[in-house]
């Protein structure tokens, strides 16, 4: 089969290598002269496959007026004229509900796991270089209130096969002494040993590199796609500036702007872009001051992971931001808060960047047929875990388009 796979960010890339090693013949197309160039770019670094509870959860909409009126509030709402933004905000407060949370929850642990096993597999087969470290990941906290809630989070996830610890200050400290910069205020934090770290550009460039070379890809960068051409219930062409592609079957892992493509088709997608920012701060090699391991700072929801020579910190979410333009006073603020935790932090070379990611109002992707036509496909919405979830998509699309039986239910995440 013949499948052209538009977005060349590491879902887009992930699926056309899956597609590829499967036998198809496989054209990936994207605007962008190279892959990993917009929501894929800096993000934060961590595979975190055991902690991918959804950003809507029963805790989130009581915080939601207290945070708007902060300055130093790591959500920031823009309200516009725009009904699919207030369609998305209805649909995401409704996915607030305990039940609702919990299984969302308990569907991305699947997809996660689905997607550890799956990146492990890939090294195996494949020498990538990529900062890739299994060092682990501390959700440090400042209340002692909602250490204890984190409690029930941790068992609830061990009957789903996490493997977490809860530990004080003074066990915090000892697993990582690069916290001793917040004091007092650190309560303790859950501990999760088998959780992973690496740059998401890097893998997506050292995988691109790889498919590049195989005889049954053809890779068509710097070529922007402005439409998909319906015919019956096919798509029998994608419109690009080089020129229309015929497929058998076409992949969408074009983030935000699916909703662009599918629109004239008469489908619209909960998709709506949160602009996160991120910090890549250098690292001299003999470096004691950063974390050795992937720390959340979870009040602030910042996270910092060692990724190759530099720490990187994401952090933030902005919406109703238009664009993934930089905006200097979040930046300040998140070096302030940075700062604050590692005051012996050099920020003085730190590269700033924002982007957009592309999320679902539940948190879970929307991986499978599109209703729009019968050979178009979507895996799309993976948010802010796009790199934790990326290899599990492509395993889970892959299996779905082939026609074999998949590797876990594929019907919550069905478009």
């Known amino acids: 089969m013949r499948v052209c796979v538009i977005g060349a960010g590491v879902v887009g890339v992930t699926s056309a290598y899956f597609l590829a090693r499967q036998g198809h013949e496989v054209v990936l197309v994207d605007a962008n002269a190279h892959p990993a160039e917009v929501s894929s770019y800096a993000n934060g670094g961590q595979l975190s496959y055991s ?3 959804p950003l809507a959860g029963p805790g989130v909409l009581p915080s939601v007026p207290g945070w708007l009126l902060r300055e130093d509030s790591p959500l920031r709402f823009r309200p516009r004229l725009d009904p699919h933004q207030w369609r998305w905000c209805l ?5 607030c509900r305990a039940s609702v949370a919990r299984e969302s929850t308990a569907q991305l642990l699947a ?4 997607s550890r096993d799956a990146m492990h597999a890939l ?7 990529f900062g890739h470290l299994k060092n682990g990941k501390l959700i440090a906290y400042r209340s002692p209130a909602l250490l204890d809630k984190a409690r029930a989070l941790v068992n609830y996830q061990a009957a789903h096969g996490s493997d977490q610890q809860v530990l004080d200050a003074a066990q915090t400290l000892a697993r990582e002494p690069a916290l001793a910069g917040m004091g007092a205020s650190l309560a303790g934090a859950i501990y999760t040993p088998s959780e992973e770290a690496g740059d998401c550009r890097q893998f997506t460039q050292a995988l691109f590199d790889r498919l590049r070379q195989l005889p049954n890809v053809q890779c068509a960068m710097s070529n922007p796609v402005s439409g998909l051409q319906r015919e019956g219930r096919r798509i029998v062409a994608v419109h690009s500036r080089d020129g229309d592609i015929g497929a058998d079957a076409v992949v969408l892992a074009t983030g935000i702007g699916t909703r662009a493509l599918l629109r004239p088709l008469g489908h619209d997608v909960p998709l709506y872009p949160l602009k996160g920012y991120s910090l890549t701060v250098p690292l001299a090699a003999d470096d004691t001051v950063a974390p050795r391991i992937s720390v959340t700072d979870y009040e602030r929801r ?3 992971a060692r990724v190759g020579g530099v720490l990187r910190i994401a952090a933030m979410v902005d919406i109703g931001s238009a664009n993934a333009d930089i905006d200097p006073a979040r930046i300040a603020l998140l070096k ?5 935790a590692f005051p012996a932090l050099d920020l ?3 590269i700033p960047w924002a982007g957009l990611r592309p999320a679902t109002p539940t948190g879970k992707p929307l991986i499978g047929p599109s209703p729009a036509a019968n050979n178009l496909w979507l895996n799309i919405g993976q948010g802010a875990l796009g790199f934790t979830l990326a290899c599990g998509s492509a ?9 074999l039986e998949t590797p876990l239910d594929a019907a919550p995440f069905r478009p």
Do not use: H, K, N
């Open 51 to 53: 902690y991918v509870a």
């Open 91 to 95: 649909r995401f407060a409704l996915a």
């Open 111 to 114: 997809l996660s796991y689905l």
């Open 123 to 129: 090294l195996q087969q494949e020498d990538l270089e």
């Open 302 to 304: 910042i996270v910092y």
């Open 336 to 340: 302030r808060q940075v700062a604050e």
């Open 348 to 350: 003085g070379q730190a």
């Open 395 to 403: 395993a889970l699309l892959t299996a779905q388009m082939a026609g």
